[in-house]
């Protein structure tokens, strides 16, 4: 077995427990890594010697969590009945952690048990901080890059290593909620002010009050405190007064965030409810049985795929090309110091890049040089920027309106306006200038790259970077490959969205590449139901129940009613006769024609405030367009939607577009926000079933037209009974 936790005895009796996971620059928990650990604190509790433990990591970092594979691992190895493999497994995880808890320590008297102490260097997540929970004593260094905390909700699952039940039986249900149910992750100093750890202490003393505490620990500081009589829970138990409330404003809150269709909060809050109303052993069997459900869960299942195990492949270079050296990025030019310009000057000089920021003239390269200063003051008030940081920041930007000042820059990516001409000169200008070998990248999000690239003299050079508004918070960033872009250019661009820690998905050139063709369907479609005369808060209402952050209404005054409007007649004049006709276009021309141009007029299918806080559905839009008095139901609304960004999605995997289902759906999830609970519009129609799938597309497409007649590869699929990961999973077939 793997020496993954490194034991050693000190000369005072003091064991320590060493966490080094070999090969990985941060410890994730595997299940020799469980083994390692089990036999390190058996060989502690068992030997007269040793007086206490210190459980620490020879990492900057204790643990980044569990590795999830394990978990798919458990479930494959149960066969027929993964359910019980699952519950088991996490069992055994519980016995484990409770063996520390009690450090040997008689059940009956609890007298006689070992002290043992979390040394926690830096960052601990998931079953890093749950091994914390279970130790008696809990230290963390004071490192400012640290953070702690219990993020599982993010991925669909909730903390089943006994996380659930310890924070909630430690802190109360209320003050545990929002690192349970949000997944906040803190840092050292306010986890100690929340009562997740004890000490916080300078990181070169780490070890040594660790030592110090462990040596002079007492009996009542080894024994946890439900595991003595007459324990009552902060904030009242389910059955008490206080204790209830919590528990019914808990509940609603869960289920207006989530609108039923992530399991994994309810299940969360449905644990410790349960948890709360029985012993601390059976607590523990409880939490152990909700989280085998969650992880049964297709849902959960298919988010765990999406993000964290695809998404992590795809920032690890899963669609690199193969036999292309390194090509991180050293020097950047950025053409155009607007908005999206600055937002990505930002971002690359905050990971250390140097850049050059250019506009017209100077006036508007300070403009852009601002809006990066203004980012890195909101940084400054929140505290997670220093003033030393923002200066060494601003110092890696240089704003200027000469193109000689690009000269050495090994990656230029141009954010100028989306015209042809306008792209095409600031291209001959910078490749005037720039190295023979440099890559050249658009930013464009409408124009065809392969046309772009007519304008370069190194067309295999030129790629386009899509970035998503507002940069440095959106983490997708989607790169088209035009038709002669070559191998280095793909890996440049790859190679530079992992320096800035964004997550790449790799596309072909198409019209709207793949993000925007899949969401711009989705409110053309509703923008076709309003023109119907459905309900606008029946197509919003249903939007959100289907798991979108933002109703398509909402969406189109956020990007803008002019924006829609550009797009649409751009679209008409490149397809001209071929454009499919859309009733729903009169909706967002009419408004466009009042002034009503979203929420940055402050009006548009909304109402808001002076301040541009939102109301309500602006009325005029049911005078305008009345409502019928028969509406559909939410479910064929919601099938309307869904399908609308589905199909195309489908579409551009069938037509070579997009070349893997998993940035199909890690990109869905990250660019547009598709229901991150369905895992993806490809693992969507996994768990819906391609022929339950093909069934809804041909009732819809009788009744509303055939755009949602069903593409021949999901047809196909549904005739062979596959789905699209069994069939396409790169995961798999690399395995």
């Given at each position: 077995?793997?020496?993954?936790?490194?034991?050693?005895?000190?000369?005072?009796?003091?064991?320590?427990?060493?966490?080094d996971?070999?090969?990985?620059?941060?410890?994730?928990?595997?299940?020799?890594?469980?083994?390692?650990?089990?036999?390190?604190?058996d060989?502690?509790?068992?030997?007269?010697?040793?007086?206490?433990?210190?459980?620490?990591?020879?990492?900057?970092?204790?643990?980044?969590?569990?590795?999830?594979?394990?978990?798919?691992?458990?479930?494959?190895?149960?066969?027929?009945?993964?359910?019980?493999?699952?519950?088991?497994?996490?069992?055994?995880?519980?016995?484990?952690?409770?063996?520390?808890?009690?450090?040997?320590?008689?059940?009956?008297?609890?007298?006689?048990?070992?002290?043992?102490?979390?040394?926690?260097?830096?960052?601990?997540?998931?079953?890093?901080?749950?091994?914390?929970?279970?130790?008696?004593?809990?230290?963390?260094?004071?490192?400012?890059?640290?953070?702690?905390?219990?993020?599982?909700?993010?991925?669909?699952?909730?903390p089943?290593?006994?996380?659930?039940?310890?924070?909630?039986?430690?802190?109360?249900?209320?003050?545990?909620?929002?690192?349970?149910l949000?997944?906040?992750?803190?840092?050292?100093?306010?986890?100690?002010?929340?009562?997740?750890?004890?000490?916080?202490?300078?990181?070169?003393?780490?070890?040594?009050?660790?030592?110090?505490?462990?040596?002079?620990?007492?009996?009542?500081?080894v024994?946890?405190?439900?595991?003595?009589?007459?324990?009552?829970?902060?904030?009242?138990?389910p059955?008490h007064?206080?204790?209830?409330?919590?528990?019914?404003?808990?509940?609603?809150?869960?289920?207006?965030?989530?609108?039923?269709?992530?399991?994994?909060?309810?299940?969360?809050?449905?644990?410790v409810?349960?948890?709360?109303?029985?012993?601390?052993?059976?607590?523990?069997?409880?939490?152990?049985?909700?989280f085998?459900?969650?992880?049964?869960?297709?849902?959960s299942?298919?988010?765990?795929?999406?993000?964290?195990?695809?998404?992590?492949?795809?920032?690890?270079?899963?669609?690199?090309?193969?036999?292309?050296?390194?090509?991180?990025?050293?020097?950047?030019?950025?053409?155009?110091?607007?908005?999206?310009?600055?937002?990505?000057?930002?971002?690359?000089?905050?990971?250390?890049?140097?850049?050059?920021?250019?506009?017209?003239?100077?006036?508007?390269?300070?403009?852009?040089?601002?809006?990066?200063?203004?980012?890195?003051?909101?940084?400054?008030?929140?505290?997670?920027?220093?003033?030393?940081?923002k200066?060494?920041?601003?110092?890696?930007?240089?704003?200027?309106?000469?193109?000689?000042?690009?000269?050495?820059?090994?990656l230029?990516?141009?954010?100028?306006?989306?015209?042809?001409?306008?792209?095409?000169?600031?291209?001959?200008?910078?490749?005037?200038?720039?190295?023979?070998?440099?890559?050249?990248?658009?930013?464009?999000?409408?124009?065809?790259?392969?046309?772009?690239?007519?304008?370069?003299?190194?067309?295999?050079?030129?790629?386009?970077?899509?970035?998503?508004?507002?940069?440095?918070k959106?983490?997708?960033?989607?790169?088209?490959?035009?038709?002669?872009?070559?191998?280095?250019?793909?890996?440049?661009?790859?190679?530079?969205?992992?320096?800035i820690?964004?997550?790449?998905?790799v596309?072909?050139?198409?019209?709207?590449?793949?993000?925007?063709?899949?969401?711009?369907?989705?409110?053309?479609?509703?923008?076709?139901?309003?023109?119907?005369?459905?309900?606008?808060?029946?197509?919003?209402?249903?939007?959100?129940?289907?798991g979108?952050p933002?109703g398509?209404?909402?969406?189109?005054?956020?990007?803008?009613?002019?924006?829609?409007?550009?797009?649409?007649?751009?679209?008409k004049?490149?397809?001209?006769?071929?454009?499919?006709?859309?009733?729903?276009?009169?909706?967002?021309?009419?408004?466009?024609?009042?002034?009503?141009?979203?929420?940055?007029?402050?009006?548009?299918?909304?109402?808001?405030?002076?301040?541009?806080?939102?109301?309500?559905?602006?009325?005029?839009?049911?005078?305008l367009?009345?409502?019928?008095?028969?509406?559909?139901?939410?479910?064929?609304?919601?099938?309307?939607?869904?399908?609308?960004?589905?199909?195309?999605?489908?579409?551009?995997?069938?037509?070579?577009?997009?070349?893997?289902?998993?940035?199909?759906?890690?990109?869905?999830?990250?660019?547009?926000?598709?229901?991150?609970?369905?895992?993806?519009?490809?693992?969507?129609?996994?768990?819906?079933?391609?022929?339950?799938?093909?069934?809804?597309c041909?009732?819809?497409?009788?009744?509303?037209?055939?755009?949602?007649?069903?593409?021949?590869l999901?047809?196909?699929?549904?005739?062979?009974?596959?789905?699209?990961?069994?069939?396409?999973?790169?995961?798999?077939?690399?395995?």
């Amino acid at each position: 077995m793997t020496d993954i936790f490194k034991y050693d005895v000190d000369a005072d009796g003091v064991a320590t427990l060493t966490w080094d996971l070999p090969g990985k620059s941060m410890n994730v928990m595997t299940l020799e890594g469980l083994e390692s650990l089990n036999a390190g604190v058996d060989k502690a509790l068992g030997d007269p010697a040793v007086k206490g433990l210190i459980i620490t990591s020879a990492k900057p970092d204790f643990a980044g969590g569990m590795d999830l594979n394990i978990l798919a691992g458990m479930k494959r190895q149960a066969g027929d009945d993964p359910a019980r493999g699952l519950f088991e497994g996490t069992m055994r995880m519980h016995e484990l952690l409770r063996k520390i808890e009690l450090g040997g320590a008689d059940r009956k008297t609890m007298k006689g048990g070992k002290p043992v102490v979390w040394a926690c260097p830096g960052t601990a997540a998931g079953i890093g901080l749950e091994i914390g929970l279970a130790c008696h004593r809990r230290i963390a260094a004071d490192n400012p890059k640290a953070k702690i905390g219990l993020p599982e909700i993010l991925v669909g699952i909730f903390p089943g290593g006994g996380g659930t039940t310890r924070l909630a039986w430690m802190l109360g249900a209320m003050a545990a909620a929002p690192l349970l149910l949000e997944g906040k992750m803190l840092a050292p100093a306010k986890a100690k002010a929340a009562g997740v750890v004890d000490e916080v202490v300078p990181a070169d003393q780490l070890l040594a009050r660790a030592k110090e505490w462990v040596l002079n620990a007492g009996p009542d500081d080894v024994v946890k405190p439900w595991d003595r009589k007459g324990y009552k829970i902060p904030g009242g138990a389910p059955y008490h007064p206080a204790g209830f409330q919590t528990f019914v404003g808990a509940s609603a809150m869960i289920h207006a965030r989530t609108q039923g269709v992530y399991p994994a909060a309810q299940a969360l809050l449905a644990a410790v409810y349960e948890g709360m109303l029985v012993p601390f052993d059976t607590a523990l069997k409880i939490e152990a049985r909700w989280f085998t459900k969650v992880l049964m869960n297709p849902s959960s299942e298919a988010m765990i795929r999406s993000l964290f195990i695809n998404k992590e492949a795809l920032e690890k270079g899963a669609v690199r090309p193969a036999g292309v050296p390194d090509m991180r990025v050293r020097k950047l030019g950025v053409l155009g110091a607007g908005m999206m310009g600055a937002g990505i000057a930002f971002v690359a000089a905050r990971a250390g890049i140097e850049v050059v920021l250019m506009d017209r003239d100077q006036e508007a390269a300070d403009r852009g040089l601002a809006t990066i200063a203004g980012l890195l003051d909101e940084g400054v008030k929140k505290r997670k920027v220093t003033e030393a940081q923002k200066a060494e920041v601003l110092g890696r930007v240089l704003a200027t309106p000469d193109y000689a000042r690009l000269e050495g820059c090994d990656l230029v990516i141009e954010a100028v306006f989306e015209d042809m001409g306008v792209k095409a000169e600031v291209t001959a200008k910078a490749e005037a200038v720039i190295p023979e070998d440099a890559i050249f990248a658009s930013n464009t999000s409408t124009l065809p790259i392969t046309e772009l690239a007519k304008a370069s003299k190194r067309p295999e050079r030129f790629i386009g970077i899509h970035f998503f508004s507002p940069v440095h918070k959106m983490a997708l960033v989607e790169i088209i490959k035009g038709k002669q872009t070559g191998d280095e250019a793909v890996a440049k661009a790859l190679d530079f969205v992992r320096q800035i820690r964004k997550t790449p998905i790799v596309v072909n050139d198409a019209r709207f590449f793949y993000a925007n063709r899949c969401i711009i369907p989705y409110g053309a479609e509703a923008n076709r139901m309003v023109a119907e005369g459905v309900e606008p808060a029946l197509i919003e209402n249903s939007a959100r129940q289907m798991g979108m952050p933002l109703g398509p209404l909402q969406l189109g005054d956020e990007t803008s009613i002019d924006l829609a409007v550009k797009i649409m007649n751009a679209t008409k004049a490149a397809l001209g006769d071929a454009y499919p006709d859309n009733p729903g276009d009169a909706v967002i021309q009419k408004l466009y024609d009042l002034g009503r141009l979203g929420r940055k007029a402050k009006a548009g299918f909304y109402e808001y405030d002076e301040k541009g806080k939102r109301l309500r559905i602006w009325p005029g839009l049911r005078e305008l367009f009345p409502v019928r008095k028969d509406q559909p139901s939410k479910t064929e609304v919601q099938n309307r939607l869904m399908l609308a960004q589905v199909l195309e999605a489908v579409r551009a995997f069938e037509e070579g577009v997009l070349m893997d289902i998993r940035e199909g759906d890690v990109g869905a999830i990250l660019g547009w926000g598709f229901a991150p609970w369905s895992g993806g519009p490809f693992s969507w129609v996994d768990m819906t079933g391609p022929a339950k799938v093909v069934e809804i597309c041909e009732d819809l497409a009788a009744r509303h037209g055939p755009r949602f007649a069903p593409p021949a590869l999901l047809k196909e699929l549904a005739a062979k009974g596959e789905t699209f990961y069994g069939r396409f999973d790169a995961a798999k077939k690399a395995a």
